[in-house]
Nanobody, 124 residues
Framework: QVQLVESGGGSVQAGGSLRLSCPAYGYTYSIYSMGWFRQTPGKERDGVAAINSDGSTSYADSVKGRFTISQDNAKNTLYLQMNSLKPEDTAMYYC??????????????????WGQGTQVTVSS
């Protein structure tokens, strides 16, 4: 079992920055891939970024150049640095982890473990 707890969400103006954090607890040695997803009411959960155990990363086109996913293995923590935020980035952001090497299918929200979400609101 793996437990994920997101934090760092909040309200910012367009152009601002936020950093989301997601420490993992439990069988963290079994995690091969982690990712960030986001969801707005009435819409599907979309992949934002993912990172694999080999350090490879993937990003949605909408956030490339603005968001950076990283992890601190010593702290078992996943991060998402979000810069140049736009109103369309407003969503609930979820951290996810999986015991598989997700690779090219990172954007599919079928990870095995999920956090409770943290709200990000960007005003214009």
């Amino acid at each position: 079992q793996v437990q994920l707890v997101e934090s760092g969400g909040g309200s910012v103006q367009a152009g601002g920055s936020l950093r989301l954090s997601c420490p993992a607890y439990g069988y963290t040695y079994s995690i091969y891939s982690m990712g960030w997803f986001r969801q707005t009411p009435g819409k599907e959960r979309d992949g934002v970024a993912a990172i694999n155990s080999d350090g490879s990363t993937s990003y949605a086109d909408s956030v490339k150049g603005r968001f950076t996913i990283s992890q601190d293995n010593a702290k078992n923590t996943l991060y998402l640095q979000m810069n140049s935020l736009k109103p369309e980035d407003t969503a609930m952001y979820y951290c996810a982890a999986d015991m598989r090497f997700v690779g090219g299918s990172w954007f599919i929200p079928d990870f095995g473990y999920w956090g409770q979400g943290t709200q990000v609101t960007v005003s214009s």
